[in-house]
């Protein structure tokens, strides 16, 4: 497995949590990562994006101003530290490595997935 995504949970409404994607093989130094989430009985769905400085992020609208993304390029690691969790928050959250170095938002533009982690946000 490349991408391997941990730090999911089950948490309280108003609560944190933050995801950890490693990439053990170090292959995404040069491409841009993101973080997309699929609820049960729903589609996958672009979460946040970061570009492969790590300079440039992009969220959807639902996770603006809550979520934020970050990356540690010497350990190969990306990070999702999310805040004031929403039942709606619950789902498996993904990691990718992009296709390219720019941020992207769709899922078709990545090419390499983790396993996923669970994040269960309980009103």
């Known amino acids: 497995v490349q991408l391997q995504a941990s730090g999911g949970g089950l948490v309280q409404a108003g609560g944190s949590l933050k995801l950890s994607c490693v990439d053990s093989?170090?292959?995404?130094?040069?491409?841009?990562m993101g973080w997309f989430r699929q609820a049960p009985g729903k589609e996958r769905e672009f979460v946040a994006a970061?570009?492969?400085?790590?300079?440039?992020?992009s969220y959807a609208d639902s996770v603006n101003g809550r979520f934020a993304i970050s990356r540690d390029k010497a350990r190969s690691t990306l990070y999702l530290q999310m805040n004031a969790l929403a039942p709606e928050d619950t789902a498996v959250y993904y990691c990718?490595?992009?296709?390219?170095?720019?941020?992207?938002?769709?899922?078709?533009?990545?090419?390499?997935w983790g396993q996923g982690t669970l994040v269960t946000v309980s009103s």
């Open positions: 990718a490595t992009a296709l390219s170095s720019a941020v992207a938002k769709d899922a078709t533009r990545y090419r390499y």
């Open positions: 093989r170090r292959t995404s130094s040069n491409n841009a």
């Open positions: 970061i570009d492969w400085r790590g300079g440039s992020t």
